[in-house]
């Protein structure tokens, strides 16, 4: 049984690595970059997270003066 959703998945990856592959992108480097990626913005998260908070206090305290 086939779904959808995971034969659109594949699908998508051996046309991605034939066409990379074409051009000669360095999938491992561009791997590392995607995970690189991730982690940055989760790290962005999680600072952000507290001083948005933060922010969003101050101005309603502002508001309310």
């Known amino acids: 049984e086939f779904m959808l959703p995971d034969v659109m998945n594949r699908r998508y990856l051996l046309v991605f690595?034939?066409?990379?592959?074409?051009?000669?992108?360095?999938?491992?480097?561009?791997?590392?970059?995607?995970?690189?990626?991730?982690?940055?913005?989760?790290?962005?998260?999680?600072?952000r997270g507290p001083l948005w908070n933060h922010k969003n206090r101050v101005e309603q305290k502002i508001r309310e003066r």
Do not use: F, P, S, V
Request: without cysteine; positive net charge; charged residues 30%.
């Open 17 to 47: 690595h034939k066409r990379a592959k074409a051009i000669g992108l360095d999938l491992n480097y561009y791997n590392q970059l995607r995970e690189r990626a991730y982690e940055l913005e989760t790290m962005l998260k999680i600072i």
